[in-house]
């Protein structure tokens, strides 16, 4: 069941009461995401006007519910999310925020730190009965084609939202090269907004990672979410390029801070 790079449970009542735990933050989680569709937005929606508005408050509110069920998790024991500095990412305006993507709860992480942060969601959650109530009222869908996306990335970053895009398209596997693609480069050349690399590290995230099985978690300690924030990137330096270099040249600056280690194996080689 375990990953042959992983340490062998020395405690199993304790492994046992994380992996219980999980189960029970994401049906927390669950519940209470139908509770906001259900009961939140509706009242919401007929008081704020006009849409971009409730849009706006609603993207807030969804941070705060992140915010506090990322505390429950710290409470209960299964998580501790350390940053370099909070505030930084609490004032993040007209930024693309691109970030790696080691686990399933990464997105609660950036949610809880970004008030206004806005993002592209994939068309499976757009289908899942559980968030997809949130997701059709709040942020940009993937079913638009890729010039209705742009438009709409472009319009959402001029309104001081913060765009969070995982360059993977999908978590990053356990081992292997991580590929990264040039999504973010793109929007970045496409609206003229920085890209602001953000890397999530800490503990083995094994049982939420791709393909983990659910009754996985870190065999020694509680998930430990390390976010640190690079310097901007500005896809103006790059405007002498031809379209296609410029995307590459962007696209290496932000796996050279999101894969460190990668990059110096491609260095050495």
């Not at 973010?184 to 094994?206: E, M, Q, W």
Request: hydrophobic residues 45%.
């Amino acid at each position: 069941m375990f990953p042959p790079d992983l340490p062998p449970v020395l405690n199993w009542p304790l492994y046992i009461y994380r992996v219980l735990v999980k189960w029970f933050s994401f049906f927390f989680f669950g519940l209470a995401t139908l509770t906001l569709v259900i009961i939140a937005f509706p009242p919401m929606r007929l008081v704020l006007h006009p849409r971009e508005r409730f849009k706006k408050y609603g993207r807030r509110f969804v941070s705060s519910f992140m915010r506090r069920f990322v505390s429950l998790m710290h409470f209960l024991g299964i998580v501790n999310l350390e940053v370099d500095n909070r505030e930084n990412f609490r004032h993040l305006s007209s930024k693309i925020l691109a970030a790696n993507h080691p686990s399933l709860l990464d997105i609660v992480m950036l949610f809880s730190l970004i008030p206004n942060v806005d993002c592209i969601v994939n068309t499976s959650l757009n289908r899942n009965f559980i968030v997809k109530g949130v997701v059709r009222q709040l942020y940009i869908l993937n079913s638009l084609d890729i010039e209705n996306i742009f438009q709409a990335c472009t319009e959402s970053l001029k309104q001081g939202n913060c765009l969070v895009i995982f360059p993977e398209g999908t978590r990053t596997p356990r081992s292997g090269k991580a590929a990264v693609k040039r999504g973010a480069a793109r929007i970045a050349l496409y609206s003229g907004c920085n890209i602001v690399p953000a890397h999530i590290g800490g503990t083995d995230k094994f049982g939420l990672g791709k393909k983990d099985p659910w009754i996985g978690f870190n065999t020694r300690e509680r998930y430990v979410y390390r976010v640190s924030m690079g310097p901007e990137i500005n896809p103006e330096k790059c405007r002498n390029l031809s379209a296609p270099k410029a995307v590459r040249a962007l696209t290496r600056e932000i796996a050279a801070f999101l894969f460190p280690a990668q990059n110096e194996k491609h260095d050495e080689a």
